[in-house]
């Protein structure tokens, strides 16, 4: 164990300075994702602690949709939504069943920060100390300012409390605070003035009082919306209206029981009691568990370059079963599937499901390696190797084109018997004298006509 995780902290080491000294052509702004070419490029991807995973011998795995498999095999599941939420009641209700299944750990990541701001940040930083032209920072002040404003836009579409089945998010607060000191039994040897840790809205472990007000809130609510609004919520394309919002939110607090609440125990925390990672049980889970962090500031690549926040991933690490930890990303839900994944393929869909996509995958580059070489329009263009103008033979043929055209074989047979007595200097030669004789030979075709009889002189009279 020792090992592994002595070369996921060489490997993070050494890509922290592609994420400090950067390339902004090849940046990428995929949140949440844990594999890919595009995750590794990503500030707000969290494909190095994937990685610090599969360090410590965790198997690994994406999470495309909940299905009776997935069920069975994932013992644990890392989700990072790319939303404020709340979550469909379905899905929370799949989850619920899974947790039930005991010895089941989840960890919910809250959407509440932004890694590309955090980014432009750093790089703001980086170009003030190198003394870069004021250009260059005005343009990374742009994008934080960009980045920033996204974010805020996304929070401005959810309620101030946004429920759960496990917790709920306050997301009352307006300004964003870097966490100065850390409490709770995980603060131990982090030191928080070195991490980059930040926090807006965090997680609130659910009391009874606290829970009747804000189900009779949303009941309010959702009442009022009834009236306002029949419109259905669509349950392949969760839509982000606030009356359905509530509609959903209601439905997952109506599954919770108020003498049978979740508990937290707040595992790291600021020193103003906002809960940044607690642990959740609950009797009907049975040894299974939530971890809940408040935002993705603790295990975001941008963050994990930064030794104190690795100190908290590890201890995340730790946490988790070594065998199938699932990674779930995504603004939607993941589908629900009541047979497995395979058995809901259909026709040529069956060829994005492992092992298929694999198998498919390396068949269409062999098929491409078969083209370039049975085809020769692929590749370089080459000269086609010119005819040598030396071999006599060539000449012979050409000459024997050219006689052939003339359509004249006494003249062809003339021009021969000239080459071997001009140029083979053989008078005596058959060839020689061919065209006398043929000439002397009355059947030959090729007889000059007789010339006409001469006429008598006239005598004068």
Same mark, same amino acid.
């Given at each position: 164990?020792?090992?592994?995780?002595?070369? #996921?902290?060489?490997?993070?080491?050494? /890509?922290?300075?592609?994420?400090? $000294?950067?390339?902004?052509?090849?940046?990428?702004?995929?949140?949440?994702?844990?594999?890919?070419?595009?995750?590794?490029?990503?500030?707000?991807?969290?494909?190095?602690?994937?990685?610090?995973?599969?360090?410590?011998?965790?198997?690994?795995?994406?999470?495309? !949709?909940? !299905?009776?498999?997935?069920?069975?095999?994932?013992?644990?599941?890392?989700?990072?939504?790319?939303?404020?939420?709340?979550?469909?009641? #379905?899905?929370?209700?799949?989850?619920?069943?899974?947790?039930?299944?005991?010895?089941? &750990?989840?960890?919910?990541?809250?959407?509440?920060?932004?890694?590309?701001?955090?980014?432009?940040?750093?790089?703001?930083?980086?170009?003030?100390?190198?003394?870069?032209?004021?250009?260059?920072?005005?343009?990374?002040?742009?994008?934080?300012?960009?980045?920033?404003?996204?974010?805020?836009?996304?929070?401005?579409?959810?309620?101030?409390?946004?429920?759960?089945?496990?917790?709920?998010?306050?997301?009352?607060? !307006?300004?964003?605070?870097?966490?100065?000191?850390?409490?709770?039994?995980? %603060?131990?040897?982090?030191?928080?003035?070195?991490?980059?840790?930040?926090?807006?809205?965090?997680? /609130?472990?659910?009391?009874?009082?606290?829970?009747?007000?804000?189900?009779?809130?949303?009941?309010?609510?959702?009442?009022?919306?009834?009236?306002? &609004?029949?419109?259905?919520?669509?349950?392949?394309?969760?839509?982000?209206? !606030?009356?359905?919002?509530? $509609?959903?939110?209601?439905?997952?607090?109506?599954?919770?029981? #108020?003498?049978?609440? =979740?508990?937290?125990?707040?595992? /790291?925390?600021?020193?103003?009691?906002?809960?940044?990672?607690?642990?959740?049980?609950?009797?009907?889970?049975?040894?299974?568990?939530?971890?809940?962090?408040?935002?993705?500031?603790?295990?975001?690549?941008?963050?994990?370059?930064? =030794?104190?926040?690795?100190?908290?991933?590890?201890?995340?690490?730790?946490?988790?079963?070594?065998?199938?930890?699932?990674?779930?990303?995504?603004?939607?839900?993941?589908?629900?599937? &009541?047979?497995?994944?395979?058995?809901?393929?259909?026709?040529?869909?069956?060829? $994005?499901?492992?092992?298929?996509?694999?198998?498919?995958?390396?068949?269409?580059?062999?098929?491409?390696?078969?083209?370039?070489?049975?085809? =020769?329009?692929?590749?370089?263009?080459?000269?086609?190797?010119?005819?040598?103008?030396?071999?006599?033979?060539?000449?012979?043929?050409?000459?024997?084109?050219? /006689?052939?055209?003339?359509?004249?074989?006494?003249?062809?047979?003339?021009?021969? #018997?000239?080459?071997?007595?001009?140029?083979?200097?053989?008078?005596?030669?058959?060839?020689?004298?061919?065209?006398?004789?043929?000439?002397?030979?009355?059947?030959?075709?090729?007889? %000059?006509?007789?010339?006409?009889?001469?006429?008598?002189?006239?005598?004068?009279?």
């Amino acid at each position: 164990m020792t090992i592994g995780m002595n070369l #996921a902290t060489a490997l993070l080491l050494g /890509l922290t300075l592609i994420f400090l $000294t950067g390339c902004r052509d090849s940046l990428s702004r995929e949140y949440g994702t844990s594999e890919g070419a595009t995750a590794k490029k990503s500030p707000a991807s969290i494909s190095l602690f994937r990685g610090m995973c599969e360090a410590n011998n965790h198997d690994t795995q994406l999470v495309r !949709s909940f !299905s009776p498999r997935a069920k069975e095999r994932l013992q644990a599941i890392v989700w990072t939504p790319d939303q404020y939420g709340p979550h469909r009641a #379905a899905t929370i209700a799949w989850l619920d069943s899974w947790l039930s299944m005991g010895d089941r &750990t989840l960890i919910y990541v809250g959407r509440d920060f932004s890694a590309l701001s955090e980014y432009s940040r750093q790089s703001i930083d980086r170009l003030a100390l190198q003394e870069s032209p004021y250009p260059e920072i005005y343009a990374a002040m742009e994008e934080k300012s960009r980045f920033d404003s996204e974010l805020d836009i996304m929070r401005a579409r959810c309620r101030p409390k946004v429920a759960m089945s496990w917790c709920l998010f306050d997301y009352s607060e !307006s300004s964003v605070e870097r966490v100065a000191s850390l409490v709770g039994p995980w %603060a131990d040897g982090i030191d928080a003035s070195q991490a980059n840790i930040y926090v807006r809205g965090y997680p /609130l472990a659910y009391e009874k009082q606290s829970y009747q007000a804000f189900r009779k809130e949303l009941e309010d609510a959702s009442i009022e919306g009834t009236a306002k &609004t029949t419109k259905p919520v669509n349950n392949d394309a969760f839509e982000f209206v !606030s009356g359905l919002w509530d $509609t959903e939110m209601l439905q997952i607090l109506k599954g919770l029981n #108020a003498e049978d609440l =979740p508990t937290m125990q707040s595992l /790291l925390a600021t020193s103003s009691d906002q809960t940044l990672i607690g642990e959740i049980t609950r009797l009907q889970w049975g040894t299974s568990r939530v971890i809940v962090l408040a935002n993705t500031s603790l295990i975001s690549n941008i963050s994990l370059t930064n =030794p104190a926040n690795r100190s908290v991933a590890r201890r995340l690490v730790d946490e988790l079963p070594k065998q199938n930890v699932g990674f779930l990303t995504g603004v939607m839900d993941p589908p629900i599937r &009541t047979d497995d994944d395979m058995e809901q393929q259909k026709g040529f869909e069956m060829l $994005t499901v492992w092992p298929l996509n694999v198998i498919t995958l390396h068949a269409a580059f062999l098929g491409m390696l078969m083209l370039v070489s049975i085809f =020769p329009i692929f590749g370089r263009a080459k000269q086609l190797p010119r005819k040598s103008t030396r071999e006599f033979g060539q000449h012979i043929d050409a000459v024997g084109g050219l /006689l052939f055209k003339s359509k004249d074989r006494f003249y062809a047979m003339a021009t021969i #018997a000239d080459y071997f007595r001009i140029v083979r200097k053989e008078p005596t030669s058959p060839w020689a004298n061919l065209e006398t004789k043929l000439h002397q030979n009355p059947k030959s075709p090729f007889a %000059a006509p007789p010339p006409p009889p001469e006429r008598a002189p006239m005598r004068a009279p």
